[in-house]
């Protein structure tokens, strides 16, 4: 059987498995309020002004959602024995990883999506003019900036959603995993810039580096991205971001770096 | 310490050379174990070990706690790194190896059927579900989830998701640990059947079971092979009118005290 094949019998398997775990099906919905409640305590009335509600939300839920849809993935199996059950079977690490993360990915960015969708909806069915930050330069404002807001956040989901699966092939215990679940997040959300501002502070870096040293963080490099590409320059930047190159880079790093993690933890070859 | 044992068997030969001959009159063995060590630091669970187990025949090893049964079991399931000397499993199958763990467990949030089916599916071969799933005697409960399951019934889909994809060797690490009587012997008939398609390997503290289901029978001791040969040849050459004395006297005779290792190589 093709790699490919056998991976979406993972993959099927984890999709499943997330359908029937209530608490992730909690989870879900909770995701759903709580942006909801962002996009209604903002009272945005536009595509653009919704974008900038959003991004500080998204970059601290987002993680924490693809932790809690992922980060027990693996090591459950390992945890319970099965995992060295299904070693016997014909399929290589490279496939029940991918597998294990393609299922997860599965349930997550539907609900991700739906947050936005149901977000988006606000905008369109509030009637009147919303007072937003932004608004005078409505002239800008289209779905098609938020189009690639959303585009963006899925690709941060998939990111986060691979550190997560790292942390589940690497864990030796449920405990285990947790904490590395918990120190990462902590770690993504406030770590990684704290530690870039005080290295500016203490003169270690200086200002022209932290435009590429900010890329080296997720969040920073999707709250760049976002910027550049769904905000452009009506937004004055309070802090410098990375470029587009950068951005990606950090992301498509992190995303490959993770799964070669897991890949490399999973069992041994 | 592990220099001062002997491997020679009540008959003279030694205990090695006769786990290979006693089924090794087969021309193609299914499973041939050479020199294998397998190590956890200064820790020698696995000394030197050779054995072959031939195809449609039943071979249980069987030892005292810490003895290395489940380390060799898993070496041979290759997942655990052998330190020196070889395994060859068959090649040719699609699915070389099926292997039950000393303590199976599933998703609970499948049911018995649909765990199979994932299994079955990671063949990449069409495989009746139904049949394996009777073939144990969980014809009753497939559509029952597995965290409905007694310890019993977790074990026979246990044995069940070994079988599936016809392995030429199944590997199985204490399938009736912990089982009422009844349930022993079901699944001991059932290890019975497998031999029909396949070599069997099983680990067992249940002598009586193996008494009656073994064709061949290791006798481990302390990482090392003191006595191979059928359960019948073992009681005669010991003079004991039963396994369990007859494992006794060899286990005694080799290390003079019981045997004790930690839990995490021989559970």
Redesign the interface.
Known sequence: ?SRA??AL??AQ?EF??LL??PTILVLALGFVVVVGGFVLAAGTGGYLPLVLDLVAPMEILVPLLAFAFGYRAIQ??AD???L????????SRLSFVGGVFLGRLAGLLPVVLVALGLSAGAVVFTPGDAVSVVVRHGTVDAPVLFLRFVTLTVLFTAVALAVAVAVSAAARSGREALAIAVVLVIALVLGFDATIVAALSGGLIGPDALGTLTALSPNSAYRGLVYTLAVGDVYTRSAPTPSLLAGTAGLTLWFVGALGVAVARVW?E | MTDERTEDTADGTTAESAATDTVADAADPTLVVEDLVVAFGDLVAVDDVSFTVAPGTVTCLVGPNGSGKTTLIRAVADLVGIDHGSVERPESATRPVGYLPQAPAFRPQFTVAETLQFYADLTGESVDVDAAVNRVGLGGVPDRRVDALSGGMTRLLGIAQATVGDPPLVLLDEPSSGLDPMMTRHVADVITDLAADAAVLVTSHDLTAVERIADQVLVLDRGRIVAADSPAKLQASTGTDDLESAMSELVASESGQVATRDAEVDG
């Not at chain 1, 060295?84 to 399929?91: K, N, R, V």
């Open positions: 059987m094949r056998t019998v993972v398997r499943t498995t029937r775990t459950s199996d319970r024995g099965e060295e059950t299904i070693q016997t079977y014909p399929l041994r």
